[in-house]
């Protein structure tokens, strides 16, 4: 009898413990430790929230829903815009908008529509290690939304590029369902730049807000430089680790499953977590906006951190009532504008004076941070992963001569009579081994370059 009661007095604190971690976890945990952002590099953030608004306007000359301030856009410079009607439920409604006072070429997809049956078959069409992607796993859903958005705009968006002047910077940005869609687009893209008239990796970016978890850790690692994902305190869907199709499967009961999904990860190890190739993660360098802290009411002035974790990437559900409110992308505008008037007005341009409490600083470049994250990833023996040196090889390669791409370009051209078929190019980016191992098709990699 003693001995039973003193195993459930055991228990009964080991619980209580576990609830008490749980509910005092907070969001603003996962970032406690990186470094703050810098206002130059989250100053597109605001804008490109506004531009995936603004997907949901009819008529951006007589707009209905405008965020405060407006949509700062010009709505002659939308070159299309694309309903549920054109799509088919093949990928999102979306928009491309040649902003010629950045200097960008954007393409913005929406995020879920709870009432478009299309969207859910695009989520359920996944099941966990079923689609391999450039030496990772990816949501096959997903990936087949991008191709086909890639296989519909693609000449039209090298034909924007070249148009003007071959200067411009490429932008994919998305919001839940569409950033998956967006960052899996990227990715396509920078592996095949050629067929965008050999736009430069630098040249292309990915902004994927209240991001789906829909690639792989060494993907996410990898194209950090290219994909930003911007997340708001205690958002639910960057941090639920369970799949997609299971999530929206439950989302009129979504607070009982994120409790049981965190019950449940407790008792998995982190390393088992790491190991696993076919766990999807949030993509790329987050930036984390924090608002609210422990036992405060109200909200903060935001915060915003910044980093590329390859461990503790977001692992940990966030037992709040803002979990689902974090996730809107009306919310998320209106902070980072907030966010991004905060860093601005407290830059060493516009101080006179020093501040009384030092805050933590960036110490190093994001490019450091890049190969940083690349290293450790291979040190933590994530599947997969690639050394700085390694994934820097292709890289480095010169790029031909304008004279020599258009060449080519037109021979292939001649010889093909259409455009790119973007499906084929992405089944000769990787290749199965005898032992049933993912590997990369060296060959294909080195002819694209």
Same mark, same amino acid.
């Given at each position: 009898m003693?001995?039973s009661?003193? @195993?459930?007095? @055991? ?7 576990w609830?008490?971690?749980?509910c ?6 996962d ?18 929230c ?9 008529d951006?000359?007589?707009?209905q ?10 709505? %002659? ?23 010629? *006072? ?14 478009k /049956?299309? *969207? ?6 996944n ?10 796993? @990816?949501?096959h859903?997903?990936?087949k ?6 296989n519909?705009?693609?000449? +039209? ?19 839940s ?15 095949h ?13 990915c902004?994927a807000v ?5 690639? &792989? ?22 941090? $639920? ?9 439950? #989302? ?15 008792? #998995?190890?982190?390393e088992?977590?790491?190991?696993d190739p076919r ?32 461990d503790?990437?977001? /692992? ?5 009532c ?6 809107a992308? #009306?919310?998320?505008?209106? /902070? ?7 860093m601005?007005? &407290? &830059?060493?341009?516009? #101080? +006179? ?11 190093? $470049?994001? /490019? ?6 690349? *290293? ?11 050394? +700085? ?5 292709h890289? %480095?390669?010169?790029?031909?001569s304008?004279?020599k ?5 037109? +021979? ?10 973007? *499906? ?10 005898e032992?049933? %191992? ?6 294909a990699?080195a &002819?694209?370059e």
């Amino acid at each position: 009898m003693s001995v039973s009661c003193g @195993v459930e007095c @055991v228990f009964v604190l080991g619980f209580a413990r576990w609830m008490w971690k749980r509910c005092t976890y907070v969001g603003s945990d996962d970032s406690a430790t990186w470094p703050a952002a810098t206002a130059e590099e989250f100053d597109a953030v605001p804008r490109v929230c506004r531009l995936i608004l603004a997907v949901y306007e009819t008529d951006l000359h007589n707009p209905q829903f405008p965020p405060a301030g407006g949509y700062k856009l010009n709505p %002659d410079w939308v070159v299309k815009r694309v309903a549920y009607e054109q799509t088919l439920g093949r990928a999102p409604p979306y928009l491309i908008y040649t902003d010629h *006072d950045k200097k960008e070429i954007v393409l913005a997809i929406r995020g879920l529509n709870l009432a478009k /049956e299309s *969207d859910y078959k695009l989520l359920l069409d996944n099941r966990l290690g079923r689609q391999m992607f450039d030496g990772g796993f @990816v949501h096959h859903g997903l990936l087949k939304s991008a191709l086909w958005l890639l296989n519909q705009e693609g000449d +039209t968006l090298r034909r924007l590029w070249e148009e003007n002047g071959r200067q411009y910077s490429m932008v994919f940005a998305g919001h839940s369902l569409g950033s998956g869609v967006a960052a899996l687009l990227a990715v396509v893209v920078v592996n095949h730049r050629d067929k965008l008239g050999g736009i430069p990796r630098n040249k292309v970016r990915c902004y994927a807000v209240a991001p789906a978890r829909c690639m &792989s850790l060494n993907l996410a690692v990898k194209y950090a430089d290219v994909i930003n994902s911007v997340i708001l305190q205690d958002d639910f869907l960057p941090r $639920t680790p369970t799949p997609l199709e299971d999530i929206f499967k439950s #989302i009129f009961c979504l607070p009982c499953l994120l409790f049981l999904v965190c019950l449940r990860d407790t008792f #998995i190890p982190e390393e088992r977590k790491l190991r696993d190739p076919r766990r999807l993660y949030a993509p790329g360098r987050m930036y984390h906006i924090v608002e609210r802290r422990f036992c405060r009411c109200g909200r903060y002035p935001p915060e915003v951190r910044t980093a590329i974790p390859v461990d503790g990437r977001f /692992e940990h559900i966030v037992l709040s009532c803002n979990a689902t409110s974090d996730h809107a992308i #009306i919310w998320i505008e209106r /902070e980072s504008q907030k966010a991004v008037q905060l860093m601005k007005e &407290s &830059s060493p341009e516009t #101080i +006179t004076t020093a501040p009384k409490v030092q805050k933590f600083e960036r110490l190093k $470049t994001i /490019e450091k941070e890049h190969k940083d994250a690349l *290293d450790r990833a291979v040190s933590l023996n994530i599947p997969h992963a690639v050394a +700085t040196s390694e994934d820097q090889s292709h890289e %480095d390669e010169p790029e031909p001569s304008h004279a020599k791409r258009e060449d080519a370009s037109e +021979t292939k051209q001649k010889s093909s009579g259409k455009s790119a078929n973007w *499906d084929q190019l992405v089944e000769k980016l990787f290749k199965k081994s005898e032992s049933g %191992d993912l590997t990369l098709n060296k060959n294909a990699a080195a &002819s694209k370059e």
